[in-house]
């Protein structure tokens, strides 16, 4: 079973607020993602890594940055949260560095509400 | 370019009813995985099954079973005797070696088991 970790699982806060929205696994796993996702509906790559040190933006542009200083932790920032950012956050992992094979694995999510 | 199309936006079936999920895709690798995920209301994506280009039986795992058809650039998904738990969201991705290794998702499909 993975175990891949996200903090806080619902988060509501106001306007204006800086906020970090934690990930972490266990795995080792080399690959890490950070999806935004309106319940139920498609998924948008925002983020990802292929290792410490490197980040990457995804397929959707997002004003969040992100950081991999360790191995299992991938922290998603916002600066300055706008009622726009409301949403899922889902965090994922998969091994590498062997390609596209390999399957990924998904954090429980964060919900985003913001006032 | 490489896209995922689930066409079934929704599907309502009573429980016992066989269901179909379809799946269609696009790429030009030679190379490439396709991968079904099943969001429950929790809102935790669970990997269910990864197929590769090159292998083409169909798969069964209890209830579920998978359908690959290269020619038709499908991977379809049954449920065979639905039961209420089985109500989620249900998403096909597909990933490439030569994509950067990063997922492309469906818009996933809305299944709702009745009692």
Redo the contacts between chains.
């Keep these: 079973e993975a175990d891949i970790y996200q903090t806080p699982r619902y988060l509501v806060i106001g306007t204006g607020k800086k906020i970090t929205l934690e990930c972490s696994q266990t795995m080792g796993h080399d690959k890490m993602y950070w999806y935004q996702q309106d319940p139920g509906m498609e998924l948008h790559l925002i983020h990802y890594s292929y290792g410490v040190n490197s980040t990457e933006k995804g397929d959707l542009s997002s004003e969040s940055t992100v950081s991999r200083i360790r191995t299992e932790h991938f922290p998603l920032t916002l600066e300055s949260a706008r009622p726009s950012h409301t949403s899922q956050y889902l965090c994922a992992s998969s091994a590498g560095p062997s390609g596209a094979y390999n399957e990924q694995f998904f954090g429980p999510g964060t919900r985003l509400t913001v006032l | 370019a490489q896209k995922v199309t689930q066409a079934q936006t929704e599907i309502s079936v009573v429980e016992k009813e066989d269901v179909t999920l379809d799946c269609v895709y696009e790429t030009r690798d030679t ?3 396709l ?1 079904w ?1 099943k ?1 429950p209301p ?6 269910l099954i ?1 197929r ?1 280009s090159f292998d083409e039986q169909n798969e069964i795992s209890g209830r579920y079973s998978w359908n690959f058809q290269k020619s038709t650039s499908s991977f379809n998904f049954t449920i065979t005797a639905s039961q209420v738990v089985d109500s989620a ?1 249900y ?1 096909c991705a597909l ?3 030569n ?1 950067g ?3 492309v ?4 499909t ?1 299944l709702s088991v009745l009692p």
């Design positions: 190379t490439y995985y991968f995920y969001q929790s809102g935790e994506l669970v990997f990864r590769n969201v998403f990933s490439e070696d994509y290794q990063n997922f998702f469906g818009p996933g809305r």
